[in-house]
């Protein structure tokens, strides 16, 4: 049994004008304990979506919809608010992209670091107090005793960052969501930062999602990659067969089109992806990738590659063939995969 | 040829504080270097380590506390108002809040026009403003449309095209790139390079990606809390870098190794 599983994964909005937006299609994966997944993908490729689907934390208008979605056989979808409030916060928890306007700014980081713990473990407020010194001391923050009594303004960037890593580490959970941890930071505190996330994994045992737009950061810190476009996975596959040859023609421009530090200006200019992602309203019909994609033929245009993937691998009965597959049809058609 | 010219530069805030004697801040402690035309000098550096307060000495928008800014051999101080805006353009991080909502496309690209040359005829500023349009790549039948109708890139575009508009020498590019997304940054920086060779500008080029930045440059400054950390060619400072806080960021940058 895998810690996560998430199979067919599809989350629709409906407006107020009647109308339904699909903002993910054909969403699977899954996560082991211990393991770290990395996710990758531009804005609106509903990458935070996910994680909010996995979370149940999106708004009454969205439409939650899977074949499977379930956390250690639990499944997600079918549990109330109460049951779902036993799971987030104790089980997953999850880091957001800006520390400073995630934390309360009232609320002194003593009372917002124990308030996690009163409400998920059976421990008295005195013994909360001592665990957060200890936790505090954990990701790295000198003289705790005193940073107990600050306010978050208090606080530089990289330390509110590590205040909300002790929080979510504080029950322990077994699935942590990082989503975007290090946008807001500097190059030298993200390092620190993602080395702290690294170590706290091996040491608790913790499945890691770390979520990000830069895929050198992700390639970095995770094992396994998965990359999202336009609310569709596209690439799912180990990090070193993805670095090796990226097969999907996004991932392959994601790749190219980064600078390193080895490109140069006067020897040739970078490689672009033409055009921009589709927005949430104005969704192709077939390929989602195919009005931009140097590859496309008659064909991409017209079927859903994410879809016809799906179903046929899904006969296959082993997510593990999928969560390894490339979900572009015209490579797979000129047996390039 | 030397172009812009810096020499000791430093700037200091006075912070004051009610019953306390008002404590002096140093910004930029000593900051020299020079510009030189068509070329791109790269400045990295962290949040807080002075890279926007010197942009906001070179633009006007603050004042320098002490040594020399010599813009072609003069004084930047003394040029006027008018002449400094003609020679100095910058384009802003995040192009959805340098540019003015209630706006147009045409307007918020004529608008140096407009009150920078008054002289000019209706029929010339259109001219101009289509021609610069092409330039950055966008279709002059956008020209109607308003910010929120364009994508992160275009709009990016059009604050690159408000920079041009009065044929600037030096363009202060401060993180042009960093509010975009990937596939969209590689067109940006393209178009950047297209038109440094197209109008021979000389770009001072403000980021903290040592990626970006290596594309970008042909020298480097690296700044750490407003000192000069090293200064040199790009190939000196990414493949042989000497000072401590440069080896850190080159490690510290993602994908670098």
């Not at chain 1, 970095?220 to 990226?246: C, F, H, P, T, W």
């Not at chain 1, 490109?263 to 992806?273: G, N, R, V």
């Not at chain 2, 407009?114 to 001219?127: D, G, H, R, V």
Request: aromatic residues 6%.
């Amino acid at each position: 049994m895998n810690l996560l599983d998430v199979k067919n994964l599809h989350l629709n909005f409906n407006t107020e004008h009647q109308q339904t937006l699909s903002a993910l299609r054909n969403v699977s994966f899954h996560l082991n304990m211990g393991e770290t997944l990395g996710i990758v993908g531009e804005s609106g490729s509903g990458k935070s979506l996910t994680n909010l689907a996995i979370m149940g934390l999106l708004p009454d208008n969205a439409k939650v919809m899977a074949d499977q979605l379930t956390f250690e056989g639990r499944d997600l979808l079918s549990m109330n608010e109460a049951q779902k409030n036993q799971i987030r916060g104790k089980k997953i928890s999850m880091i957001f992209q800006d520390p400073m306007s995630s934390l309360h700014p009232y609320l002194t980081i003593e009372t917002q670091l124990t308030e996690t713990m009163l409400a998920h473990l059976d421990i008295s407020a005195k013994d909360a107090s001592l665990h957060a010194i200890e936790l505090l001391e954990k990701v790295g923050i000198k003289d705790p005793l005193k940073k107990l009594k600050t306010y978050p303004f208090e606080l530089s960037g990289g330390m509110a960052q590590r205040v909300m890593i002790a929080m979510a580490i504080s029950t322990q959970p077994k699935l942590l969501i990082a989503d975007e941890p290090t946008t807001a930071l500097d190059v030298t505190i993200q390092k620190q930062i993602l080395d702290l996330l690294k170590e706290l994994q091996i040491k608790n045992n913790m499945a890691l999602m770390l979520v990000s737009h830069d895929l050198g950061l992700i390639a970095e810190y995770s094992e396994r990659i998965q990359v999202m476009y336009a609310g569709e996975i596209v690439e799912a596959r180990s990090k070193q067969d993805m670095l090796n040859k990226a097969l999907h023609p996004y991932t392959e421009g994601l790749l190219k089109s980064r600078p390193t530090l080895y490109s140069d200006k006067s020897k040739a200019e970078l490689y672009s992806i033409s055009g921009i992602v589709p927005t949430l309203s104005n969704r192709p019909q077939g390929c989602q990738f195919a009005p931009r994609c140097h590859l496309k033929k008659d064909h991409c245009e017209k079927t859903s590659f994410a879809q016809t993937m799906h179903n046929k691998l899904s006969r296959e009965q082993d997510i593990d063939k999928i969560a390894g597959h490339v979900f572009c049809l015209e490579r797979t058609l000129r047996n390039e995969v | 040829m030397e172009i812009l010219k810096i020499e000791h530069l430093k700037k200091s805030y006075l912070i004051e504080r009610a019953f306390e004697k008002p404590s002096e801040v140093e910004a930029i402690k000593d900051l020299s270097f020079t510009l030189h035309k068509g070329k791109t000098l790269g400045l990295v550096g962290e949040s807080g380590c002075g890279k926007s307060t010197l942009a906001k000495i070179l633009t006007g928008l603050e004042t320098k506390s002490a040594g020399n800014i010599l813009f072609r051999g003069k004084e930047l101080a003394h040029y006027s108002k008018a002449e400094r805006i003609k020679l100095i353009q910058m384009v802003f991080q995040d192009p959805y809040q340098s540019l003015n909502p209630r706006k147009s496309a045409f307007e918020i690209i004529a608008d140096p026009l407009f009150i920078n040359e008054p002289n000019l005829k209706n029929s010339e500023i259109k001219e101009r403003v289509y021609s610069t349009m092409q330039d950055v790549g966008l279709d002059q039948t956008l020209s109607h449309r308003y910010p929120h109708q364009f994508s992160g890139g275009q709009r990016q575009r059009l604050g690159i095209a408000r920079a041009l508009m009065l044929r600037p020498e030096l363009l202060i590019l401060d993180e042009p790139v960093s509010a975009l997304d990937v596939s969209i940054q590689a067109q940006v920086l393209n178009l950047l390079v297209d038109l440094q060779r197209k109008f021979n500008l000389t770009y001072l080029f403000i980021t903290h990606d040592l990626s970006v930045v290596s594309f970008m440059s042909d020298d480097i400054l690296v700044m750490n809390r407003g000192l000069c950390a090293e200064y040199g060619s790009k190939e000196n400072i990414i493949f042989n870098p000497q000072n401590e806080y440069t080896k850190l960021l080159l490690k510290s940058s993602p994908g670098a190794n």
